[in-house]
T-cell receptor, first 110, second 113 residues
Framework: GEDVEQSLFLSVREGDSSVINCTYT??????LYWYKQEPGAGLQLLTYIFSNMDMKQDQRLTVLLNKKDKHLSLRIADTQTGDSAIYFC??????????FGKGTRLHILP | DAGVIQSPRHEVTEMGQEVTLRCKPISGHNSLFWYRQTMMRGLELLIYFNNNVPIDDSGMPEDRFSAKMPNASFSTLKIQPSEPRDSAVYFC???????????FGPGTRLTVT
């Protein structure tokens, strides 16, 4: 497909794990990113993975990359209320532009 | 460092008026990007500059939109005349170069009535 695809909404109970999925477009993309956008703020880089890796872990965050399926996921362990935000998947194809998905709005249930 | 600075944070204007959005990138960053965010289309890249030179403006929706970067510390995005469908949040971002981590400003929420 032409677009970076993400589901628009995800609801998770506080303390559970959140898994946000993304399908990107270009198997030649070198970097894949997860950005977080809190209400009323700009996007902030959360983590990234280089295309020759299949997993990256950073504290509560785990990124999994399946290059064959062009699938990227972000797992947030022990989800907290402060994790409530919109999460954007992004890729960088060889033309050096960055392409963003439409974002997944993560809602935390008490 | 204050980060990327955008002004105004909110702009409400009437259809047909000229709107100018401003951005100050992080000092030392040599690439600057303008994005538009709407619920329908998500985040769209409008234009980006490298060393003050426009590199790709293929995302600029039409001739009503123009962007300038007269020096390394300032950029403007102008809409003239504005239309209700231009209502969106406009973000500016800067990087040290190329595809490095982009630092986003807080955005300007534009409402055209």
């Amino acid at each position: 497909g032409e677009d970076v695809e993400q589901s628009l909404f995800l609801s998770v109970r506080e303390g559970d794990s959140s898994v946000i999925n993304c399908t990107y477009t270009d198997s030649s993309s070198t970097y894949l990113y997860w950005y977080k956008q809190e209400p009323g703020a700009g996007l902030q880089l959360l983590t990234y993975i280089f295309s020759n890796m299949d997993m990256k872990q950073d504290q509560r965050l785990t990124v999994l990359l399946n290059k064959k399926d062009k699938h990227l996921s972000l797992r947030i362990a022990d989800t907290q209320t402060g994790d409530s935000a919109i999460y954007f998947c992004a890729e960088t194809p060889p033309d050096d532009k960055i392409i963003f998905g439409k974002g997944t709005r993560l809602h935390i249930l008490p | 460092d204050a980060g990327v600075i955008q002004s105004p944070r909110h702009e409400v204007t009437e259809m047909g008026q000229e709107v100018t959005l401003r951005c100050k990138p992080i000092s030392g960053h040599n690439s600057l990007f303008w994005y538009r965010q709407t619920m329908m289309r998500g985040l769209e890249l409008l234009i980006y500059f490298n060393n003050n030179v426009p590199i790709d403006d293929s995302g600029m929706p039409e001739d009503r939109f123009s962007a300038k970067m007269p020096n390394a510390s300032f950029s403007t995005l102008k809409i003239q005349p504005s239309e209700p469908r231009d209502s969106a949040v406009y973000f500016c971002a800067s990087t040290e170069g190329g595809i490095d981590e982009q630092y986003f400003g807080p955005g300007t929420r534009l409402t055209v009535t």
